[in-house]
């Protein structure tokens, strides 16, 4: 917990307490000033100009982010008494004498003003909760949320983004996540929610969540269900998500999650348990799981957190989800070493290994190294060339193979088999001495995890190498030393 943030709890529970109450006079009186309130807080230039008014008053709660600048004792006092006054404003608000949503507008703009960190909504007494009438009123605002996507500027819109808009908006219509998250990127950094949309989540989230869970259910676009999930602290959005029935709120709050800048690299152990039991969850719709798949788990090294939640909720899930999740993988051959997305891939199926049981760990590591076997290094393109021993993203699951459903003998036949094709490179015909090389350096690719079940058994250390190599028992004559470079 931050100085800031035991400063805010502090004033929050002195607030609770009977006292003088200090309304923001001049914030009040420039609110009013607008015919229309809601729409000037959705205003950038106009919402600045409320905030400049309340900070005319208490421009000191401004300064009290600072780290190491303790409120002075008068101004300590003066935020108790705003705070005071928000909450009994909060508690007694009604429809029928807000009309046009003045001292709503005013009331967020404080709520703006003073959440400095992440205890704000949490150390705000019950009371405010108890105001039925706000919480509907607020749900209601939130479930008919729209984005209205306008050009920026006063000249013709570019051509490129019109086309974008138009193929969010249908991929939206059509529920493809997989298009939906390509073209999302293109916007994520141009459009954010307003002040009052943070404030209202932030509140029913804390007061009424069976209200946001209904007010979200009802949410038609995958942009306002990003920007819900965006509002939200980690934890929380995957709370709502795992709540919530709408599958554009199941898909933000994940997206938002896993994709914040700077990606996280794990996270939290409450976060990962709802996130497992999400993906749970949308593993026994196989469309889109394997949507999600695509998504998040093509390149696995893009996101990280999701690798230990992800294996978990894997050792549960349905064969038709195992499957879909090892076709997801994108495969490309690489000679670096350590490589991050095997590395990503490891740390997800060690998860599953620990908790999966034999049937489900046997079919995953059988079906990945069929689909490698299939692949085997791309050799099927004709401009693929190998130059060196390479690895591929699924070499976690092949020592797995070979370690659970082969015994010695079987992995002894399939090395002996490699070496007797590795003997006949040499007397073979190649279209030039690259394909020479790549097939000889592909066999011995196809070698390396073999090797490394017999090595890793013996010496007891983890299925995935990071650097050391392996190569048939067999002398190899100091021509097809020099000819294949082998060190």
């Given at each position: ?52 008014a ?7 709660v ?38 046009q ?35 509907a ?16 500027g ?32 293109l ?36 942009p ?22 709408n ?17 996280p ?14 993906l ?9 799981w ?18 230990v ?16 999740y ?58 693929s ?5 390479n ?56 070698f ?8 890793a ?27 294949f470079?082998?060190?």
């Amino acid at each position: 917990m931050t100085n800031v943030d035991e400063l805010l709890l502090g004033v929050l529970r002195e607030a609770a307490e009977p006292g003088d109450a200090l309304a923001p006079f001049g914030l009040l009186l420039a609110v009013a000033g607008h015919s229309d309130p809601i729409r000037a807080l959705s205003d950038i230039d106009q919402a600045n100009a409320l905030f400049k008014a309340f900070a005319k008053e208490f421009g000191f709660v401004r300064s009290a982010r600072i780290p190491g600048k303790p409120l002075d004792i008068e101004d300590r006092k003066r935020l108790i008494a705003l705070i005071r006054w928000l909450i009994r404003e909060l508690s007694q608000w009604r429809d029928h004498d807000d009309l046009q949503r003045c001292k709503l507008v005013a009331l967020f703009v404080v709520t703006q003003s003073c959440d400095l960190g992440d205890v704000f909504w949490s150390g705000l007494p019950d009371g405010p909760g108890e105001n039925a009438e706000l919480g509907a009123t607020l749900e209601k605002m939130i479930s008919t949320s729209k984005i209205e996507f306008r050009s920026r500027g006063r000249g013709p819109v570019p051509i490129w983004e019109e086309e974008s808009v138009d193929a969010l908006k249908q991929a939206d219509e059509q529920g493809n996540w997989v298009e939906i998250a390509e073209k999302w990127h293109l916007f994520e950094n141009a459009l954010f929610p307003n002040v009052l949309q943070v404030q209202m989540v932030r509140y029913l989230y804390r007061f009424g969540f069976d209200r946001i869970v209904r007010a979200v259910d009802n949410v038609h676009q995958t942009p306002v269900a990003m920007y819900i999930a965006a509002v939200l602290s980690t934890e929380q959005r995957l709370h709502l998500a795992n709540s919530s029935n709408n599958p554009r709120v199941q898909f933000s709050c994940v997206h938002q999650t896993l994709s914040t800048h700077p990606k996280p690299a794990q996270l939290l152990p409450r976060e990962q348990q709802l996130l497992t039991k999400l993906l749970l969850k949308i593993a026994n719709e196989s469309s889109r799981w394997d949507a999600w798949m695509r998504v998040f788990n093509s390149y696995p090294l893009r996101y990280p957190a999701l690798q230990v939640p992800l294996g978990r909720a894997l050792a549960t899930a349905p064969i038709a989800a195992l499957k879909t999740y090892v076709d997801s993988i994108n495969l490309h051959a690489t000679t670096a070493k350590p490589e991050g997305s095997r590395r990503c891939v490891a740390e997800c199926l060690r998860e599953f290994k620990e908790t999966a049981i034999a049937e489900h760990r046997k079919f995953v590591w059988t079906y990945a190294h069929e689909r490698w076997l299939t692949w085997r290094f791309d050799q099927a393109s004709r401009d693929s060339y190998l130059f060196g021993i390479n690895w591929s993203q699924l070499d976690y699951a092949l020592v797995a193979y070979a370690v659970e459903c082969m015994d010695e003998d079987a992995r002894e036949k399939t090395k002996e088999a490699i070496s007797s094709e590795l003997g006949l490179v040499e007397t073979t015909w190649h279209e030039s001495l690259s394909c020479c090389l790549t097939q000889w350096n592909c066999l011995l690719s196809q070698f390396q995890p073999f090797a490394r079940a017999d090595y890793a058994i013996q010496s007891g250390e983890d299925w995935l190498t990071e650097t050391r190599t392996y190569r048939p028992s067999a002398s190899v004559s100091d021509y097809l030393t020099m000819m294949f470079r082998i060190n």
